[in-house]
C-alpha cells in the first residue's frame, strides 16, 4: 500500500487504469521501434555507404507527416480517437512484420526500405496527432494531464535508452532481421492494452465545413495566438536542425570513431540516457510553473551537445556529449508539448496536434535531407557543428520573447484552474 501511495503521489497520472494499460502497451512496442529505427539506418548505411541516402531514407519515412498531418488533425476531431490508434497500430504491425521478411529472406533493397518508410509516414500521420490528443481521454483528472505528458516523454525515452542498445547488440549478433521481428511483434502488446481499455464514446461537434476550411480553421488559430505559434516556431528549429544527427550517427560511429552497429547503439543509447534524466525530472514535477524556461533553454542545451560532439574522436566523450543532446531534446519537446496540450482549445486539439505533428516530425525529413546532402559535401563534423549554433540562436531568441508569452498564458491557466488566481 506504501508504494501504491507513493506512486499515486509520484505519479499522479498512473491513478487512471487507461493509463496505466497505455503505459504498458506502449512501453512494450516503443523498445521495439527504437529497436528497428537503429537497425534500419544500420542497414542502409550497410547497403549503400551513402550519408545522402540515410538522408533520404529519413526524409521518406517522415515526409508524410508534412503534407498529411493536417488531415490527421481534421480526422481526429472527426473520429474515435481510441480506434484510429487501433487501426495505426495495426497498420504499423504490418509493415515492420514485412521489413522483417525482406531481411530474413536476404530479398530487401534499399527501395523496399524507402517504400516502407513511406508507408510507415503516412501511419504517422494519422497516428502521431491521434495519440497525442488521446492523453486526455485517458487521464480521468485534469490536474493530471501534465503529469501524463511527462511519463509519455519519460517512457519514450526510456524506450529509447533500451531499444538502441538492445538493437545494436542483435544487429552485430544475430542480423538486423531480427529487431525487425521484434518490433513488429511488440505491437500486439499495444493493440491488447488499446482492446482492453474502456472509453467513454467521445463527443464530437459537427461541423458542416469540409476538411480543407477546418485545417485553415486550425492553422488560423494555432498561428493567432502568439503562445501555440512560439511553440511550434521553436519546435520546427529543433527539429529541422537539432535532429540531423541522428541519420549521421552511422558516419561517427564507423568513420571517425572507428566503431560498429554496438557502437552505434550506445551513442544512441547515451542520448537515451540523457534524455531519460530529463522525463524522469519532468515527470516529478508538482507544478508546470518554470516549463517556458525549459522549453527555451532546451536548445540552447542541445546545442552545446551537438558542437561538442561533432568535435569528439574519444568514445567516452562522445557518449559523455550526447547525454546533453538527449538532455537539451526532451526539456524543449516534452516541455512544449505539456505547455500547448494545456492552452489548446478541446474541439481543435486534434488539428492543434497534427501541427505540432508538421512541426516536429514534419520538418524531420528536410532536416535529414539537408544534413545528409551537407555531410556529403562538407563532412558530417562541419554540419553538426552547424547545427548546433543555429539551435543555439534560437534558444536565445525565444527567450526573449518568454515574458510575454507567459503573460498570455498566465490566464488561460486561472480560468481552467490549473494556476490559483483571478481573471483580470
Known amino acids: 500500500m506504501k508504494t501504491q501511495s507513493q506512486n499515486q ?9 487507461n493509463y496505466r494499460l497505455f503505459f504498458i502497451g506502449q512501453g512494450i512496442s516503443l523498445i521495439g521501434t527504437w529497436m528497428t529505427q537503429t537497425a534500419t539506418i544500420w542497414l542502409v548505411y550497410s547497403l549503400t555507404q551513402s550519408p545522402l541516402m540515410l538522408g533520404l531514407v529519413g526524409f521518406s519515412s517522415q515526409i508524410p507527416s508534412f503534407i498529411l498531418a493536417p488531415f490527421g488533425g481534421v480526422f481526429v476531431d472527426r473520429f474515435s480517437r481510441h480506434r484510429t490508434l487501433i487501426g495505426t497500430q495495426i497498420l504499423a504491425m504490418i509493415q515492420s512484420l514485412t521489413l522483417a521478411i525482406l531481411a530474413l529472406t536476404g530479398v530487401i533493397h534499399i527501395w523496399h526500405i524507402i517504400a516502407l518508410s513511406l508507408f510507415q509516414g503516412i501511419i504517422s500521420a494519422f497516428d502521431s496527432p491521434a495519440r497525442q490528443a488521446f ?14 505528458i511527462a511519463i509519455n516523454s519519460t517512457m519514450f525515452n526510456g524506450a529509447r535508452l ?23 511483434i511488440s505491437y500486439i502488446a499495444v493493440i491488447i492494452a488499446l482492446l482492453a481499455m474502456k472509453i467513454k464514446p467521445q463527443i464530437t461537434v459537427a461541423s458542416m465545413n469540409n476538411p480543407l476550411q477546418q485545417i485553415k480553421e486550425g492553422f488560423v488559430y494555432a498561428f493567432g495566438f502568439p503562445p501555440i505559434r512560439a511553440i511550434l516556431l521553436l519546435s520546427a528549429i529543433v527539429s529541422f536542425f537539432g535532429f540531423q544527427y541522428t541519420v549521421l550517427v ?12 554496438e557502437t552505434l547503439g550506445f551513442l544512441m543509447a547515451a542520448s537515451g540516457v540523457g534524455a531519460l534524466s530529463g522525463g524522469i525530472y519532468l515527470a516529478s514535477r508538482k507544478t508546470i510553473l518554470g516549463l517556458g524556461r525549459l522549453m527555451v533553454g532546451g536548445p540552447a542545451i542541445l546545442g552545446i551537445g551537438l558542437i561538442a560532439f561533432s568535435l569528439s574522436r574519444f568514445l567516452p566523450l562522445s557518449l559523455f556529449t550526447m547525454l546533453f543532446v538527449g538532455l537539451g531534446t526532451i526539456f524543449q519537446v516534452a516541455a512544449g508539448n505539456t505547455v500547448l496540450q494545456t ?9 492543434v496536434m497534427s501541427l505540432l505533428t508538421m512541426a516536429f516530425l514534419g520538418t524531420i525529413p528536410f532536416g535529414n535531407l539537408l544534413g545528409g ?3 556529403d559535401r562538407f563532412a558530417a563534423t562541419n554540419t553538426l557543428i552547424f547545427d548546433g549554433v543555429v539551435c543555439i540562436l534560437g534558444s536565445i531568441y525565444f527567450s526573449g520573447q518568454l515574458p510575454n508569452l507567459r503573460r498570455l498564458i498566465r490566464p488561460i491557466y486561472i480560468e481552467r484552474g490549473i494556476l490559483p488566481g483571478k481573471v483580470h
Open 9 to 17: 503521489v509520484l505519479l499522479p497520472a498512473l491513478r487512471s487504469r
Open 135 to 148: 492523453v486526455v481521454d485517458l487521464v480521468e483528472r485534469k490536474e493530471d494531464l501534465a503529469n501524463a
Open 162 to 184: 533500451i531499444g538502441p542498445a538492445i538493437g545494436g547488440l542483435l544487429v552485430a549478433g544475430v542480423g538486423v532481421a531480427y529487431c525487425f521481428l521484434i518490433d513488429g
Open 250 to 261: 552511422p558516419v561517427f560511429a564507423e568513420k571517425i570513431l572507428q566503431g560498429n552497429a
Open 343 to 351: 492552452i489548446v482549445e478541446d474541439e481543435k486539439r486534434g488539428r
Open 373 to 375: 546532402a551537407l555531410a
